[in-house]
């Protein structure tokens, strides 16, 4: 597709395309460009353990999902990436009333992305966690 990828046609794209669990976090795109993505969830409920901490099972997806993004804004297009590493370290528990993940690109070459990520909550601005993944390009 060679659609240029504005904030909106991407929200539309994770929207229409991801899978429905994804979608029940309610992620909002508030940057997708150059590289980067910034992703935000909403906390509640939904997404908490014991102790109104966020499970880390949410926030892998958020990583995972928020680093799609960035490839896709490396190359501003969509692209048919596949998560081939996604590791992530936890640092803190991760309260609040916002997830955010920041994601960016650190190298792509003709077939890898590898990217970083990092997890904050709002309002706090703690980071609570780390990610890092490679995705293979499979077109």
Known sequence: MTTRLTLAFSQQFLE??????????????????NGTAQMDIPISPHIQRVGGIV??????????????????????????????????QFLRPATGDI???????????KAIFFLSAVLITKPNDKIVAKSTATFYLTE
Do not use: Y
Not at 21 to 29: E, G, M, T, V
Not at 99 to 109: N, Q, T, Y
């Open 16 to 33: 229409e395309n991801f899978a429905p669990w994804i979608i029940d976090l309610k992620p909002q795109l508030m940057i997708c460009e």
């Open 99 to 109: 997830l955010r993940c920041e994601a960016k690109v650190e190298r792509a070459g």
């Open 55 to 88: 499970c880390g099972q949410a926030m892998g997806a958020l990583a995972d999902t928020c680093m799609v993004f960035a490839c896709f804004s490396h190359k501003d297009k969509l692209l048919p990436v596949a998560t081939t590493t996604l590791d992530t």
